[in-house]
C-alpha cells in the first residue's frame, strides 16, 4: 500500500523534505499552508555587531536586501547556520530552539543584537535579550501568509489517502487545525518538529501523534523512520 505524507511546508522549503523521507517509503503530498513573502519596504536597520536568525526565511530575506558577506550570524538550528553561511554570513549555530539561541547570545554575540524575524514568531527574544541589560532590536522582513487546503486536498484527508501529516511550525499547525477539525479521523497520525506543536494537536483531539526529539530536522526525520507506518 502506498503511504502518502502531507507535506505543510511553504513549497520553496518542501523539496528537501520530501528527498528525505522518500528512502523511508513516503510519497510527499504538497499542500503549503503559508508562503513566505519579502517586505520589501520595510527599513533594514544599520545599527548592530551581531544578527540572530531564527529561521532560514530571516536569513534569505536579510540576504535579499543586504550584502551578507562576513557579517555575523547566530541561528537557531544547524539548518539555518547552513545556509546562511552558503550565502556568505559568518554563522553559527545553537543547535535548538529559540531558548538555546539566546544563551548562545548571551555567551559568544556582541551587541547591539539584531533578530531578524517574519510578521507571525513565538517568543520574545528581543526582551529576553533587552532584560538581560543587552542592546538589541528587530526587523521584520518577511509576511508568512495563510494559504487554504484545496478541496482536494481536504478530500484526500477526509476519504483516506492521505497516511500521515508532517507539521513544522506552531502557525502552520494552528491553521491547519482550524481547517480541517472535525473534518477528519482523529487517528490520523501526524508527525511534529516541536513539542508545542504535538501540544495543540493533542488539545485539539488527535491521538497519534508522534514528536522529534530535537526541534531539528534530523531528530524529525529519526522520529518518522521510527514510526514508518504511524503506529506506536
Known sequence: MTRRMLITRPRAQSDRFADLIAPLGWVPVFAPLTEIVPM???AVPSHYQTLLFTSANGVRA???RVDPAGLRALCVGDRTADIARELGFDAASAGGTV???LG???RDGEEP?????GVHGRGDLVGHLSDAGRQASEAILYDQRPLPLSTARLDDLAGGAISAVSLLSP?????FVEQVVGKI??????FCLSQAIAELLHRTGFTQVFTA???DMASLIACIRDHPSGAS
Open 62 to 64: 536579510f540576504a535579499y
Open 213 to 215: 526529539q530535537k526541534p
Open 113 to 117: 543584537f539584531l533578530h531578524v524575524r
Open 104 to 106: 548562545l547570545a548571551l
Open 171 to 175: 502557525r502552520a499547525s494552528c491553521l
Open 40 to 42: 520589501t519596504d520595510t
Open 99 to 101: 531558548d538555546d539561541l
Open 185 to 190: 479521523r482523529s487517528d490520523l497520525p501526524f
